[in-house]
């Protein structure tokens, strides 16, 4: 399975942008790269995914290096409502579907 | 409504006793997930499905079991409760081009 490495947690101001650094070494070519956010007592949501290409949406944007073995989501204006851990995810299996969630990032928000 | 429906929130439950969780999901996906998450780690993947006809073990499906009663129902059981299987446990759903995940809230499930 590929596997990706998260730091465990990062701080940002508020209004600040903020770059999530994810490496993904062992990636496959097909692989798309996924973003979650888990919130506090909630489930995870979806944040963003891409292939090769940067990515944005209103809530995020992704950078994915060249060689896709490392890729940044970019929050451009840090809000306290953007406090979560974060999670940078490869499918699992050779169906693209089945994630592994690691422990994710941290992210703090000051005001 | 939530489109991902998990019944019920919480549920304290005494060591040996069967239970049900039980997840509804009004995506109209075909492919539901049931996961488990520890305080401070992230989601481990117990059981999938694919379709009405098709079940498939995850990383940790000791210890539990599923039954996916049509496409908008699954439900994960746990036969006998230990009190290790105290967590928090979460439902998602998906649609086959892998676009992305939608999560229940969760239920916590306490084993005493």
Redesign the interface.
Known sequence: DAKTTQPNSMESNEEEPVHLPCNHSTISGTD?I?W?RQLPS?????VI?GLTSNVNNRMASLAIAEDRKSSTLILHRATLRDAAVY?CIL??DN??????????TRLSVLP | DADVTQTPRNRITKTGKRIMLECSQTKGHDRMYWYRQDPGLGLQLIYYSFDVKDINKGEISDGYSVSRQAQAKFSLSLESAIPNQTALYFCATSTATGAGYTFGSGTRLTVV
């Open positions: 798309y996924h979650y909630q489930g995870p949501e979806y995914h999670y499918p699992r169906y693209g579907q089945n994630f592994v969630f690691g422990p994710g």
